[in-house]
């Protein structure tokens, strides 16, 4: 993923199905945005996407700390 503005992660995952309606975000939210693009949010912003998820524990620092500095690699599991 790559680090996008001050606010968020942003990598392509793919076309999938999407319902996006206007959404406030917060540290930690997870969205998918334009159809192809997962986002990982560290700090606040409102626009259109689809709410995927959250994560969650963590404070606003913290969540800088893990994805305000650079580009990150993500994983995700599947069960």
């Keep these: 993923m790559r680090k996008y503005v001050t606010f968020e992660q ?3 995952i793919g076309n999938l199905p999407a319902d996006d309606y206007y959404i406030s975000t917060l540290p930690g939210d997870i969205v998918l945005y334009n159809h ?3 986002v990982i949010f560290y700090d606040e ?4 996407y689809t709410r995927l998820g959250r994560i969650i524990g963590k404070s606003k620092e913290e969540f800088y700390q893990l994805l305000g500095k650079e580009d990150i690699l993500l994983t995700i599991y599947i069960n």
């Design 10 to 12: 942003v990598g392509t």
């Design 36 to 38: 192809n693009q997962i």
């Design 45 to 48: 912003h409102a626009y259109h």
